[in-house]
């Protein structure tokens, strides 16, 4: 019997992206060689406005944050070499943990090395075999990842639909075992927001508990920054928060938070926390000083929304069609197949513009967009020149 190649089942992927390649650039590798500031970096010998990089603060190359990082790196090492129930709690990772309680004005903060495991982790530690979760169509693939690990039923709901997921939870009336309803605050591909409203009101008639994946709202939107929650008004009916470091906080790591008294718990529980290695100190401090600036800086918040909003009404001047009919710093361009998304990603970035090429699989209903996203960092004249070259290049 001849050996099975595991690989011969990737060679569509291989055409695929073969195809992609032939038609420019590789813009699912683009390279930044070295990066300018926030906004801008060097591709090539070019340099390249950026307009996809979830930089939301444009706070990656903020002096108070590289000192915090450099300090940590001298004091604690390159990195911990353990996990957190094992060597890997420094003091920084608790510092952390206190300080995002603080922020969100939640009990309870664990912190874990990403934000993709921090959705293995919760989701997994908190939903069983026994349980069931309900969970948005278009929700981020670690999202669907730690459904996965936790061997719960999965039952998808509509896009933003509460009256679907209402229908969904009156079919399993009865049944036995936990609820656990999951939200994104700004979806990660479209930029439209959950209605959290609309499915808080299902949880008296319902009974089950909710979590928000804030990943691309923590620190961007609400009053103080808090995310979905906090911009609604409803904190107190969200049970369990999800977030990450790696786009508004500029770093890299995740967490989960709440108020439920047996959430530390979770930490015995969760395999993605347990059986890896923690966040290395300089990431963690980054991440620490990082929150304190966004905490003690709202006009950071206010920034981005000006900014969003001026890409988001100029883009639609176009005529072109966005994803989402709010502003929000996550615009994105609808395209008609993946033919025309893949020249006109090429086009704009021949002219110097880097946004991100959303396709199938990463898209929700198989769309194919041309995702930027804003920063807080971008000038009025950046956004401006993206305008101008989505008008000389995209527009049909
Ligand atoms: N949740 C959502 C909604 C996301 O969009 C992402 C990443 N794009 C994650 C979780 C994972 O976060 P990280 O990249 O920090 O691991």
Redesign the pocket.
Known sequence: MSVVDLLDKHRGIAERFERIVALGENALGVTNERMISPTRAIVGNREIILAGT?NYMGITFDPRCIAAGQKALAEFGTGTTGSRIANGTFALHTALENELAKFLKLKHCIAFT??????LGMLSGLAGPQDTIYLDAD??S??YDGCTLSGAKLVRFRHNDASDLDKRLARSEGETGGRLVVL?GI??MIGDRAPLADFVALKKKHNFQLLV?D??SFGVIGPDGRGLGNEAGLEDEVDFV?G????SVGA???FGASNHPLFNTLRYAMRPYMFTASASPASVATSLEALRILAAEPERRQRLMENSARLFHGLRALGLETGSDVVSPVIAVKCADEQSTIAKWNALFAAGVYVNMAIPPGTPNRLCLLRCSVSAAHSFDEIDKIIAVFKAVVVD
């Open positions: 979830n990403t934000g993709y495991q921090a959705n929700s981020h670690s999202i994104e979806y990660s994946d990943a691309h999800i990450t470091f790696s786009k890299i790591g995740g």
